[in-house]
């Protein structure tokens, strides 16, 4: 898919001083509790526009939390959660509703509507929120079926499709909406072990196709080899190991690290 129909996700870095001129998201001090359980403590991190991102490491470590609180499905106790220059936490209910317009989310489970066909899954939200004409969601629609491999499914319904296919098109759902962010959440692990390498597959074409910046959550570590430009380990809320896939997975510092790897390698 050319580049061009997918967002630029370029910044201007007079819109916030402090970040540099590259960065797109920022986590700053950003704590999530729930109950007594601290799942983010005091968080630092960010991501440059246009690069991918994994984040690995124990179930319960605050991978998927950082994902839902960018989907602001959440909201964190304490800390800023900048977008493009733009703060996502704290801010107002309308700011946040713009902010939401940079950033797509592709969910463990499909989530499609069931009474719709594959066609309007992906129509309806650019339409809506987007305000863009149904003529120009369409051909974006059938763009972007065609390239997940499902230009031949406009009329199904999610329930005539296998799962793998039921994820393909919450992809194209997602960029639909032309985010300058993608956000992924173990998107294979709710499929059975023949339909992964086509899911991945398109993540792979989409990474090496466009700018759009990733942030993914995944146990797939050959995946992440591939397309990381940066690989975050977490563990207990913090993120104990960074660096480029070559140095995570081939030499890692932390024996913690090389402890989790062990696992699930």
Known sequence: MPT???PNPGTNPEKNPARS???LIR?????????SNT??????FSVDAGKHVTLIGPSGSGKTTILRLLMTLLKPDEGTITVDGQQLFPASDKQVREVRKKIGMVFQQFNLFPNMTVLRNITEAPVTVLGMSKDEAVERAKGLLDMVGLADKCDAHPAQLSGGQQQRVAIARALAMRPQVLLLDEVTSALDPELVAGVLDVL??????????MLCVTHEMN?????SDQVLMF???????SGTPEKIF???ELDRTREFLSAVL
Do not use: C, M, N, Y
Not at 27 to 32: P, W
Not at 39 to 44: I, S
């Open 250 to 252: 081939s030499d890692p």
């Open 223 to 227: 995946f992440a080899r591939d397309i």
């Open 27 to 35: 986590l700053e001090q950003v704590t999530k509790r729930f109950g």
């Open 204 to 213: 792979r074409d989409i990474a090496r196709s466009t700018d759009i910046t």
């Open 21 to 23: 001129a590259g960065e």
């Open 39 to 44: 799942v983010l403590d005091h968080l630092d």
């Open 235 to 241: 563990d207990s809320g913090r993120i104990i190991e």
């Open 4 to 6: 061009d129909t997918l």
